[in-house]
């Protein structure tokens, strides 16, 4: 006999106020991951666009804007620029361990001060433990938590927590569903950028075509920094294609020409990277 396929059931979220642009009100389509098949439909619908939050995937669906778009970088024929090439530099003593998704306190309370400096009036600034231990450990799907630490002195106990990455692995990449990391690191730049880098190398040498970085919002300061990840690929209409160097020479162009405040710092993800988004 053949086995039943089971279709996901999608539901759409009421308008709420945009957290991108303002004025415009965003809507999202979403749907349940669960069961044994959680990894390969989160795996079919990350291809298409689509988000994960806990044990819920979901995209954009706005009546009257399709500004947000879903992008991703090419690992294996990235190449840095001058200033990426420096943040690897500047962090390269750091050391990254891949870690079960399991919440610590040592991680919330890194989220806490990156919030309060980045994000102080996001919905995420609200989070206790125990809404963080959610985020961390409500999946379904192949995750896990990428820490980066500074050496110990003795090089044996575990040295500061300077950044964190819950991370998904698909079937084509690695999916950043939320990065944070210590904002007033004296001596220590680009750490936001340094964590999206070695995800980069991750997926090359894991043999994964992509990382992908969520939704990039042109004419929002805050996700202009995705665009300086070349070459990047952004998902239309007609599937996922690669932004010409031209184009992307003027995004980033725009990018430098209008500098993100402390407001506008960067986060991988949704609404300051989690969506709020009703169950069902």
């Known amino acids: 006999m053949t086995a039943q396929v089971r279709f996901p059931r999608f539901f759409v979220t009421s308008p709420a106020p945009c957290p991108y642009l303002p004025g415009r009100n965003e809507r999202k389509v979403f749907t349940e991951l669960k069961g044994p098949h959680a990894d390969s439909l989160n795996d079919a619908l990350g291809r298409i666009g689509f988000r994960r939050s806990q044990t819920v995937a979901y995209r954009p669906s706005c009546l009257d804007c399709n500004a947000c778009v879903?992008?991703?970088?090419?690992?294996?024929?990235f190449k840095p620029s001058g200033s990426q090439k420096r943040a690897l530099k500047a962090n390269s003593d750091l050391i990254a361990t891949v870690c079960r998704p399991w919440s610590t306190n040592e991680q919330f309370d890194l989220l806490q001060r990156y919030l309060a400096e980045r994000h102080p009036e996001g919905g995420m600034t609200t989070m206790d433990e125990t809404d963080f231990a959610d985020m961390v450990e409500h999946t379904p799907v192949t995750s896990y938590v990428i820490e980066y630490r500074e050496p110990s002195a003795d090089g044996v106990t575990p040295g500061r927590l300077v950044g964190a990455c819950l991370t998904d692995r698909q079937c084509?990449?690695?999916?950043?569903?939320?990065s944070f990391y210590d904002?007033?690191?004296?001596?220590?730049q680009g750490l936001g950028n340094y964590i999206i880098l070695d995800h980069i190398s991750r997926a090359r040498e894991m043999g994964l075509?992509?990382?992908?970085?969520?939704y990039w919002v042109e004419g929002s300061p805050r996700m202009q920094y995705k665009v300086r990840y070349r070459p990047m690929e952004k998902l239309?209409?007609?599937?996922?294609?690669?932004?010409?160097a031209g184009e992307q020479d003027r995004l980033?162009?725009?990018?430098?020409?209008?500098p993100r405040?402390?407001?506008?710092?960067q986060t991988t993800g949704g609404k300051d990277g989690i969506p709020a988004i009703p169950r069902s």
């Open 70 to 77: 879903s992008v991703r970088v090419v690992a294996d024929e």
């Open 172 to 178: 084509d990449g690695l999916s950043m569903i939320y």
């Open 183 to 188: 904002p007033h690191h004296e001596g220590r």
């Open 209 to 214: 075509g992509y990382v992908y970085l969520g």
């Open 236 to 244: 239309g209409r007609a599937g996922w294609e690669r932004i010409s």
């Open 252 to 258: 980033i162009a725009d990018a430098v020409a209008k």
């Open 261 to 265: 405040t402390s407001r506008d710092a």
